[in-house]
């Protein structure tokens, strides 16, 4: 059974910093892009980064960039997400992605709660 569970959300101060983990079962992440989505209340589903399959080229939304990093552990077959100088503007339920082109096989993570309030 192939599947992505995210972990690490929770509550931070503005200012603060929060990892992400989004762990792959049942499928290597090596062979797959990844990415990073984000909805907050009341916004659509937007994309935080992406980085591609072979992990040679990296997207960071505009709003993200400077203050988040994403990281693939292939040993542990884990994606990360470092947030740092987080705002309130950053809560949302953050999710894992994990997409194959070829043929086309799309993973969610059932998201994570990211709350930025002092």
């Known amino acids: 059974q192939a599947e992505l569970v995210e972990s690490g959300g929770g509550l931070v101060q503005p200012g603060g910093s929060l990892r992400l983990s989004c762990v792959a079962s049942?499928?290597?992440?090596?062979?797959?892009?990844i990415a990073w989505f984000r909805q907050a209340p009341g916004k659509e589903r937007e994309g935080v980064v992406c980085?591609?399959?072979?992990?040679?080229?990296?997207w960071y939304a505009d709003t993200v960039k400077g203050r988040f990093t994403i990281a693939r552990d292939t040993a542990k077959n884990t994606v990360y997400l470092q947030m740092n100088s987080l705002t309130p503007e950053d809560t949302a339920v953050y999710y894992c992605?994990?997409?194959?082109?070829?043929?086309?096989?799309?993973?969610w993570g059932q998201g994570t709660q990211v709350t930025v309030s002092s």
């Open positions: 992605n994990a997409k194959r082109s070829w043929p086309v096989i799309i993973y």
């Open positions: 049942g499928f290597s992440l090596g062979h797959y892009a």
């Open positions: 980085l591609d399959a072979s992990g040679s080229t990296t």
